[in-house]
């Protein structure tokens, strides 16, 4: 089973793309999820949500709907394994009401592929207990046998990337070392992604069938080795993610 959706829904910058001028705030995410059945939550890396926030996002969402959940900061940026159980516990409605796909772990790309880095990748699966978990690392010279045996050993699933093709950044490998598969798209936005002005910059990007269509063959050969591959647009700059969406969702359903 394949989910498409984007890495985010509430922009400012959508209003007018994607969202109508005069559809208040709150109404965002149910419109949203009138034309997707999956979101990636970026807001959880920066806060750990409060109850009547996860709430809110089952409350508007129809049944079957399934959110993937960025980890906290602490968790892959500093590294503070205290912060686990108070992560867990702010998912635990959106498990019960069968709507959490799954946390991404999105490491920095200071995070090298050093033994003490391995050694912690243990900690996180323990830490976030039996939730599915899927690890996005940054640095290119993760990409090997031993990171994907490791992950594998662990559950964890292995965050597939489209971004940039500049040095130390991550190839475009496609593997599946846990029960589901992921892939992000990041855009192609060489001259912005280390040098901008504002975070928006980097992910302004229009992709193009070609680019897309490589990734399509991928996605499906992902598809049958797991039960469900959760695929996300992260090139949201004035909606360009759910653009990228439709262009997939038309060719995969052409296959």
């Not at 602490?74 to 516990?89: D, I, K, N």
């Not at 090298?112 to 391995?118: E, F, G, L």
């Not at 599915?132 to 964890?156: K, S």
């Not at 936005?189 to 992709?207: I, L, Q």
Request: charged share 25%; proline share 6%.
């Amino acid at each position: 089973m394949i989910r498409l959706g984007t890495s985010g829904f509430s922009y400012d910058d959508w209003v007018g793309p994607v969202y109508p001028a005069d559809l208040p705030k709150w109404r965002w995410l149910p419109f949203y999820a009138e034309h997707f059945d999956t979101v990636e939550l970026n807001v959880t890396y920066y806060r750990i949500p409060d109850v009547k926030t996860v709430r809110g996002w089952i409350d508007r969402t129809p049944e079957g709907f399934l959110f993937s959940v960025k980890a906290h900061q602490g968790l892959t940026h500093e590294r503070e394994t205290a912060g686990f159980e108070e992560f867990r516990s702010s998912l635990a409605p959106l498990a019960e009401a069968g709507k959490l796909a799954c946390v991404l772990a999105q490491f920095p790309h200071s995070f090298h592929p050093t033994r003490a880095n391995r050694d912690y990748l243990p900690r996180l699966r323990e830490g976030l207990a039996d939730l599915p978990v899927v690890v996005e690392l940054r640095d290119a010279r993760w990409v090997g046998e031993e990171t994907f045996a490791q992950l594998a050993g662990l559950g964890l699933g292995f965050c597939c990337v489209d971004e940039p093709r500049l040095p130390g950044l991550m190839p475009p490998v496609t593997r599946a070392t846990g029960p589901l598969a992921y892939v992000r798209f990041h855009g192609r936005n060489a001259d912005k992604w280390w040098e901008h002005e504002n975070a928006w910059e980097r992910y302004d990007y229009t992709y193009t069938d070609g680019e897309l269509k490589e990734w399509a063959e991928r996605i499906r050969d992902l598809d049958g080795e797991v039960s469900l591959t959760l695929v996300y647009a992260n090139n949201h700059y004035r909606g360009q993610s759910v653009g990228t969406i439709r262009q997939l969702q038309g060719m995969l359903a052409g296959m």
